[in-house]
C-alpha cells in the first residue's frame, strides 16, 4: 500500500515562533519521517491547485477554482446522480467586516456560531435585492451560503473567503467585467443588515454580528480525469466534495489512522490531506499553528509511522509546501543508523 499525504502549511511561517517552541513539541514520528526520508523538488503551487488538479489534471488559481459548484454537492444542492445540469454557483458565505481605522477587516466567521432563526431572518431580508440578479440564496449550512445565478453568469474573478481574512476588504473585492455591479449588491446587503433588529441583539449578546456576505468560488463543475488514488481520508470540504463528484471513496480523519488504513489492504494507493495548520496560516495565528502541529503528529503521522514499521504501508509520501516532496519507503523507516534531528531543524530551514 502507498499513501500520499498532503500536509499544507507545515513549514511555519511566523516570525514569532522560534526553536524552542517547537522543540518543545513531541514530534518524533516527523522527525523519523523526515529524517530517513529522500527528497525531490516539485512544483510548488498552493495547495487547493494541487488537490484541484489530483482530480481535474487542471492547475488553476485558486481564486478560479469553482469551489461553490463543488462544496454545493458536499451540501446537497446538487443531485450527483445529474452533475451535469447544475449551473453556475457562487459561494455567498456571511461574514462580519470589523470597521478598522482606515478600512473594513474580514474576521473569521467561525466566530459567528449563527442560529436557524438567524439564518431565516437575515435569508428573507436580502431576498428582494436578489431578485435584481436573478438568483436566490441557499443556506444549507451555517458557514456555507450560496446563489444559484439561472441566466447570464457573471464575469467575475473572486479572492477565496480564506485568503481575504485578516485583511483590508477593499483589496479583496471581485473584479472582472461585471464588478461594479456585483460590488453594489455588496454595498446594498452591508446596508440593510447595518439596521437589522437581529443583529443589534447580537452586539447586545456580545457576538458578532452579520454584516455582509463574501462572494467566491464561482464557477461551474468541472470536468474529471481518472482519479489516481483507491481512497481518500482527509479533514477537508474540498477534497470530500472532490471525492462526491468523481465518486471516490472518502473518510474523514475522526480518529487516528490505525485501523482505518490497515484495515483496508486492497486499496492500493490512499490519499490522506490534513488542512488544520493551515488555518492557523489564514488567520495569522502562531498560537494556533503549534497546537495543530503536535494535533497532526498525534492524529496522522505517528499511525502512519506505525504502519511503515509494522509493514502495512510500503512507501510514504509526504508534500507540503516547502518545494519538496519527502518519500519514505518501509525499509528506510527501520534505518537505525539515519541521524534524527530536532524538529525546528527540519521546520525552519
Not at 457573471?154 to 483589496?171: F, G, H, I, Q, R
Not at 473585492?173 to 461594479?180: A, H, N, S
Amino acid at each position: 500500500m502507498k499513501v500520499t499525504l498532503n500536509i499544507p502549511a507545515l513549514f511555519p511561517v511566523f516570525n514569532e515562533i522560534g526553536t524552542d517552541d517547537i522543540n518543545q513539541l513531541k514530534l518524533g514520528s516527523l522527525r523519523k519521517i523526515l529524517s530517513c526520508s529522500s527528497s525531490k523538488p516539485v512544483r510548488n503551487v498552493p495547495y487547493e491547485s494541487w488537490l484541484y488538479a489530483q482530480f481535474t489534471g487542471s492547475v488553476l488559481p485558486v481564486g478560479q477554482i469553482p469551489v461553490a459548484s463543488l462544496t454545493a454537492i458536499l451540501d446537497g444542492l446538487v443531485d450527483t446522480e445529474s452533475k451535469k445540469s447544475t449551473g453556475y454557483w457562487m459561494r455567498a458565505d456571511p461574514v462580519y467586516l470589523y470597521p478598522d481605522t482606515h478600512s473594513l477587516i474580514l474576521q473569521d466567521p467561525d466566530r459567528l456560531n449563527l442560529q436557524h432563526d438567524e439564518i431565516e431572518r437575515i435569508r428573507n431580508t436580502i431576498a428582494p435585492l436578489l431578485e435584481e440578479y436573478d438568483t436566490v440564496l441557499h443556506t444549507p449550512h451555517p458557514g456555507r451560503w450560496y446563489l444559484r445565478v439561472e441566466n447570464n453568469a457573471p464575469d467575475l474573478s473572486c479572492t477565496p473567503l480564506y485568503e481575504a481574512l485578516m485583511k483590508p476588504v477593499n483589496k479583496y473585492l471581485p473584479q472582472g467585467k461585471d464588478f461594479r455591479r456585483w460590488h453594489t449588491l455588496f454595498n446594498e446587503i452591508q446596508m440593510v443588515l447595518a439596521t437589522l433588529d437581529m443583529n443589534l441583539w447580537r452586539q447586545e449578546r456580545q457576538q458578532p454580528p452579520v454584516n455582509s456576505l463574501w462572494f467566491w468560488g464561482n464557477g461551474q463543475l468541472p470536468s474529471l480525469r481518472p482519479v489516481n488514488y483507491d481512497c481518500c481520508r482527509g479533514d477537508s470540504d474540498l477534497l470530500k466534495s472532490l471525492c462526491l463528484h468523481s465518486n471516490s471513496c472518502y473518510s474523514p480523519i475522526d480518529d487516528e489512522l490505525d485501523g482505518g488504513l490497515a484495515m483496508s489492504g486492497h486499496h492500493n494507493h490512499y490519499l490522506v490531506v490534513y488542512e488544520s495548520l493551515m488555518r492557523a496560516r489564514q488567520l495569522n495565528d502562531p498560537e494556533l499553528w503549534l497546537p495543530a502541529l503536535q494535533d497532526c503528529e498525534d492524529r496522522v503521522i505517528a499511525p502512519l509511522v506505525r504502519q511503515l514499521r509494522g509493514r502495512e504501508i510500503k512507501e510514504l509520501s509526504l508534500i507540503s509546501d516547502s518545494g519538496l516532496q519527502f518519500n519514505c519507503s518501509r525499509n528506510d523507516i527501520r534505518s537505525f543508523w539515519r541521524r534524527v534531528q530536532s524538529a525546528s531543524e527540519y521546520l525552519l530551514r
